[in-house]
């Protein structure tokens, strides 16, 4: 299969009629009843007042944690998220603090600030294809940490569908009943995901499949004095029998 530049892999992927269809895919409710508390939990342990959500998205993550009164800027390479997250947070009467941005750029846009906690959630860390990518985006969010700030990163388990397949408890992070989801191709670099809305058209996405000890490696390259895994929210897990893949560190 051909491979594009890692741009077109990234936030191009989200035009309007994905963004459309991407609550759908989430389901808030259902995801909120998945992770329960464990992200604001694991924020207020380390004692975490300003936020960054880096993939904002729709805006799930940022809304909630405005909720809970954490100081959240949030941003996304994907303009069409981005007006997608300020019309969800206007419905909840909340203006986010939003803007567009490619992580390549993250020190340039918020190069004056400092956060105690930077989140990148929905298995959005995976759209870089390339490898000095990846390191130049983990490099810049340690830079916009504060000293004992968070960093929190989660994936879908990779290593499991590579190895094995597809599956889904479908109770954590993507839990819509409308959409299904199928893997349609996959080997070491890319795994292209099918979302199908039962009944009303499809989205594709272009993921790189990143291992746990490959992101667990390029965190700790990065600097981070600790380093904490979890698998499906619990720090005890199987890794043939979970989904989603969550690394808590601590700069
Ligand atoms: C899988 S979605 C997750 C969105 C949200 N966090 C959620 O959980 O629903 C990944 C998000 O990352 C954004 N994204 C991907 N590559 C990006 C990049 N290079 N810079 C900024 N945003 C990017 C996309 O636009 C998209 O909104």
Request: hydrophobic share 35%; charged share 30%; net charge positive.
């Amino acid at each position: 299969m051909k491979q594009d530049s890692g741009l077109k892999k990234g936030w191009e992927q989200y035009p309007q009629k994905t963004v459309e269809m991407w609550d759908d895919f989430v389901n808030w409710n259902k995801r909120k009843e998945g992770e329960g508390d464990f992200f604001i939990n694991m924020l207020k342990k380390y004692n975490v007042k300003t936020v960054l959500d880096m993939a904002c998205g729709t805006g799930y993550d940022s809304i909630r944690l405005v909720k809970e009164g954490f100081k959240v800027k949030s941003c996304d390479g994907s303009q069409e998220m981005v007006k997608k997250s300020i019309k969800n947070a206007k419905k909840e009467g909340i203006n986010l603090d939003v803007i567009q941005c490619d992580w390549r750029n993250l020190i340039d846009k918020f190069k004056k600030e400092q956060f105690d906690a930077i989140i990148c959630l929905g298995n959005s860390f995976t759209h870089l294809f390339s490898e000095k990518d990846r390191e130049s985006v983990v490099n810049q969010i340690y830079f916009l940490l504060n000293k004992g700030g968070v960093l929190i990163i989660d994936q879908r388990n990779y290593d499991y569908i590579l190895s094995k397949g597809y599956k889904s408890k479908h109770k954590y992070v993507y839990c819509g009943e409308t959409i299904d989801v199928d893997v349609i191709h996959k080997n070491d670099s890319l795994v292209r995901f099918k979302y199908t809305k039962k009944g009303n058209g499809y989205f594709t996405l272009d993921l790189y499949p990143i291992r746990i000890n490959e992101m667990r490696a390029l965190i700790r390259k990065a600097g981070f004095e600790s380093l904490f895994t979890y698998g499906d929210f619990e720090r005890t897990f199987d890794k043939n029998n979970t989904d989603f893949i969550q690394h808590i560190a601590v700069k």
